[in-house]
């Protein structure tokens, strides 16, 4: 069973872009959720989707936004880019939203803003 | 709020010793309980999970980790490491009730020694 994709791999944009990171669950699962990893913060949760419906938010400004598809494919953008953003974007998925069910991450999106 | 302790950032070991990382969550309804691992440029791997029963956990790669409800720990463990071993280590916990999300520890980085 093919394993989380992440598109794209890397990425580098400027202070005051927008960008649209993708991420496609393991077939089945219905629950998506995206993380960000930087050194100094570590793993930070930004939102989970279930069934197209967002379920749970972190603590992040509204730049950071996200939508799940009747595929249970998703995207997380993020508007007006701060160097600040420069992170790892994980995305995770797993059969649905029960703490029951562990998580399986994709390889990451590593986005530098300059 | 649900949070999860990772009191070592980094734990040195031979190769060969027994090695355990520790984990520690605070005490809010029932726990269910994660461990992962990341190498280097990569998404986070899940290695085993505590939802209830035996407090004694098997997972992957020889890995197991103990639960102490009077400790509140979740310490990971395994008998002879090997320098293959070496990654950082994440400690996860999710509560039942509702939509929680998982919280993550800030991670330990294991260094197995030749």
Known sequence: KA??????????????????????????????SWYQQTPGQGLQFLFEYFSETQRNKGNFPGRFSGR???NSRSEMNVSTLELGDSAL??????????????????????LTVT | AQSVAQ???QVNVAEGNPLTVKCTYSVSGNPYLFWYVQYPNRGLQFLLKYITGDNLV???YGFEAEFNKSQTSFHLKKPSALVSDSALYFCAVRYSGGYQKVTFGTGTKLQVIP
């Open chain 1, 3 to 32: 394993g989380v994709t992440q598109t794209p791999r890397y990425l580098i944009k400027t202070r005051g872009q927008q960008v649209t990171l993708s991420c496609s669950p393991i077939s089945g699962h219905r629950s998506v």
């Open chain 1, 68 to 70: 799940q598809f009747s």
């Open chain 1, 89 to 110: 974007y994980l995305c995770a998925s797993s059969l649905g939203t029960s703490p029951l069910y562990e998580q399986y991450f994709g390889p990451g999106t590593r």
């Open chain 2, 7 to 9: 009191p070592e950032d």
């Open chain 2, 58 to 60: 098997k997972g992957s």
